[in-house]
């Protein structure tokens, strides 16, 4: 399954506000990510793509397509340091039926080729909530070095939550490459 799935990003277009609100406003999406509470409306996705929250200088939220063109989630590059050379990344599977068949982890390396080949950056890193076990395990599978825990970072469900704060170096990418681990 690994490597043999394709994506391809694209830049948020207006004719994806109703995805992007659907996916927002989908529990089961949600459920181990860190959106607000309040649930998003198509009003509000306009304006944040007229207002440019989607696409800047220190972060790019891009759509995921399949191969055969088909929208299923967002990848996200923000926090764009150019002076350090560092950025989060962030991924969001929006349609379901895609989950477990290899597109996150299609989805990952393409961010980084993206982030270390693309913008020459030396670090990447991801906040990972307690609650969102799937990214803890992608984290530790794609090579990220844990670095230490963020104590009670994440408010819901009435519950203070932990994060743990995973990084990778270019290097680190580049002699997992070379030695074939990806
Ligand atoms: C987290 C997410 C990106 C994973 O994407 P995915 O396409 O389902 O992941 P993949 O199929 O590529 O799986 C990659 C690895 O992650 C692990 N994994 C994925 N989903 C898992 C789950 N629900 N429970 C445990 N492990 C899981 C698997 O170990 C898998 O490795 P394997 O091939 O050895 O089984 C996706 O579930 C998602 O978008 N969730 C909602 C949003 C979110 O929480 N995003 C992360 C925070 S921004």
New binding site residues.
Partial sequence: ??GEIQVLFRAIEAKDVGLICRWANDDR?NA??TFRVFPWSERMVRKMIDDGNFESDEKRYLIIETAEGIAI?IAIVRAINRQDRNAEL????GEIE????????AVAQKLLELCFNGLGLKRIYVYVPEF????G??AA?LGLAKEGVLRKCFYRDAKFWDATLYSLLDDEWQSQRTLGKR
Avoid: D, E
Wanted: overall charge positive.
């Fill in positions: 399954m690994r999406v181990g990510a989630g962030g991924i969001v599977i895609y989950w477990n068949k290899g597109y996150g982890w969102n076990r799937a990214s395990i992608m599978q």
